[in-house]
């Protein structure tokens, strides 16, 4: 598990409008890596082009390559759901299907890939609960819709979810941006705990948690209303807050931005 | 009253205020009375049923529920629903069983698998099947569909025959049967299923359908996991909507069906009757007693109706907390 992600002159494009131009950057596997930049920036198109999501909007594609370890998720016999079965995503608002119990939601995406047998499962559920930090709080109402749990369990389900297929990657696109303090912290611990195993790629809004959470972090930026956004620097977290090289990462950083 | 400048408001603020309360209780009283109007109305058709029933039943010399014949106004008034309803909930089932499926099918297609441009189109054009009068459809089920079933029966005879309910008695004679008026009903309910079921798909939340993409699931995967399950209680909704419809739907079924009250388990017989055909038939020619009979027949439709729907809703409610509402 856990692989190294390189990009190499990336574009992607909804419709003719080009929303990030030429982007490249390296990845390292077990770490964590924390996108920053202002909104429409391009920074969640840009994660959604590491599992092939961009392009289930009508009318988008992406240009460029993107290598996961040596396999360009892009090349021409790539199958874009085994891209996704190996590149998990955890969405913004916490999203359960409403129709499931907690149980049936974590083991959603191994019955997609075809796996039956209850042992296995029964498994796999008690393996991503605690993985995701959530089994002690849910492990006496399995059955139980998921849709009933706050937004912060909620969250910590999807978790379980997109790593109970044990991905190689692992995405997040502003994870806590629709959680209280005390769940967002939960949910940045559990991200400490899981890099361990995964590559983790955040996107967030909330600087302090790019800096708590992230080993390094990614500045996005665009050059102005309708342009597409461009990858501005990529450097271990510390260096980008303390002593970026780009005047416009301090700039924003410190909040002289615009 | 209504417009008044800035000067005449600050002047008259308490009769403003009286008058936007008025309008609260004219509107509450209108939407209460209209709610109570339904109650009334509803309980009126139910008294009327029921009390020109009892006067028909008082006099039935044969049993109302296994009596095969339809002769109130016979010296001897022998009448019964057998015939009534078998032939109704049959064709009503087969029009379901057709219908339902393809509806849903249709449905997706519009809402998850043609381009925009193809989608919208043909949505409309669904749509302009439900505007098709009934006695349109009973036209185009006894000139055409019934003289180009005569292929499909037979070759049902033949390798279904052993069925027994396919199974033919008399071959080469029109389709006039209760098979004929399923597909027929099929057709005439397959718009409004279509149209609700199209809606229901169409406020799958995005959310949901992403989800599932990025566990990596097929577009089919996608529709089983995240749209399915959410529209599950829209599709009931929707066959309950047609079905309604195919349980009461006259002309086109009058039209069709071959006006001999024998009660067969054969569906590709002719003859077989349905509440809403037997009453809109026989209803000219009717004495006294026989309209009384009718209104009897008319009775146990609105119970029927009244019972799918109630089963309905519990079939929708006992799975509520998964219903995704809360999401």
Request: hydrophobic share 45%.
């Amino acid at each position: 598990m856990a692989k190294r992600i390189d990009v190499s002159g990336l574009s992607a494009y909804y419709g003719s409008t080009r929303a990030i131009e030429d982007i490249s950057m390296t990845i390292e596997p077990r770490s964590v890596t924390a996108f920053i930049g202002p909104s429409g920036c391009g920074k969640s198109t840009f994660l959604r082009t590491l599992n092939r999501m961009h392009e289930v909007i009508p009318g988008a594609r992406v240009e460029g390559k993107v290598m996961l370890d040596d396999e360009n998720l892009y090349g021409a016999n790539v199958d874009p759901v085994a891209v996704r079965r190996s590149v998990g995503m955890v969405f913004q608002r916490p999203n359960p299907f409403p129709t499931m119990s907690i149980y049936d939601n974590v083991v959603a995406g191994l019955r997609l890939a075809g796996v039956k047998k209850k042992s296995v499962l029964d498994g796999v559920v008690e393996r991503s609960l605690q993985g995701a930090n959530l089994w002690n709080e849910v492990k006496d109402r399995l059955n139980k819709p998921g849709a009933g749990l706050s937004g912060g369990q909620q969250q910590r389900l999807c978790i379980a979810r997109a790593i109970a297929v044990e991905p190689e990657v692992l995405l997040m696109d502003e994870p806590c941006s629709a959680l209280d303090p005390i769940s967002t912290l939960a949910i940045e611990d559990l991200i400490g705990e899981l890099k361990s195993q995964f590559t983790i790629v955040i996107v967030t809004h909330n600087m302090q948690q790019a800096a708590r959470v992230s080993d390094r972090t990614a500045f996005f930026n665009l050059a102005g209303v309708g342009q597409p956004g461009k990858l501005i620097e990529l450097d271990d977290t510390q260096r980008i807050f303390s002593n970026p090289s780009v005047q416009a990462t301090e700039d924003y950083i410190s909040g002289r931005f615009g | 009253m209504t417009s008044s400048s800035p000067a005449d408001a600050r002047g008259r603020t308490p009769r403003r205020r009286g008058d936007s309360r008025r309008g609260d209780a004219v509107f509450f009283n209108l939407s209460r009375g209209a709610g109570v109007l339904l109650l009334v109305v509803m309980a009126a058709i139910a008294g009327f049923l029921t009390y020109r029933s009892a006067l028909a039943l008082g006099k039935n010399e044969g049993n109302f529920l296994t009596t095969f014949e339809w002769t109130p106004d016979a010296v001897k008034p022998v009448f019964g629903i057998a015939v009534l309803t078998f032939g109704t909930l049959v064709s009503a089932l087969i029009a379901m069983l057709i219908a339902v499926p393809v509806a849903v099918g249709i449905a997706l297609f519009i809402s998850h698998y043609a381009p925009r441009r193809i989608a919208q189109p043909f949505a409309y054009l669904v749509d302009l099947l439900a505007a098709v009068p009934s006695i349109v459809y009973g036209l185009w089920g006894v000139l055409f569909l019934v003289p180009h079933m005569n292929g499909l029966t037979s070759w049902m005879d033949q390798y279904l025959g052993w069925t027994y309910i396919f199974d033919q008695s008399s071959s080469g004679v029109p389709a006039r049967n209760l098979f004929t008026v399923g597909i027929l009903l099929a057709i005439m309910v397959l718009p409004i299923i279509t149209a609700v079921t199209r809606e229901v798909f169409r406020q799958v939340p995005r959310m949901h359908e992403e989800a599932a993409l990025a566990l990596g699931a097929t577009r089919w995967e996608m529709v089983r996991t995240a749209v399915l399950p959410f529209g599950r209680p829209g599709i009931i909704s929707a066959s309950m909507l047609g079905l309604g419809r195919a349980l009461g739907e006259t002309i086109a079924v009058a039209t069709v069906l071959s006006t001999n009250s024998k009660l067969s388990l054969h569906l590709l017989d002719p003859g077989g009757g349905t509440f809403a055909e037997n009453i809109a038939l026989k209803f000219n020619e009717a004495q006294p007693l026989g309209r009384d009979a009718l209104m009897a027949s008319g009775l146990v439709l609105f119970v029927i109706t009244l019972l799918v729907n109630g089963a309905a809703r519990v079939i929708i409610a006992r799975r509520k907390e998964y219903s995704g509402a809360a999401a």
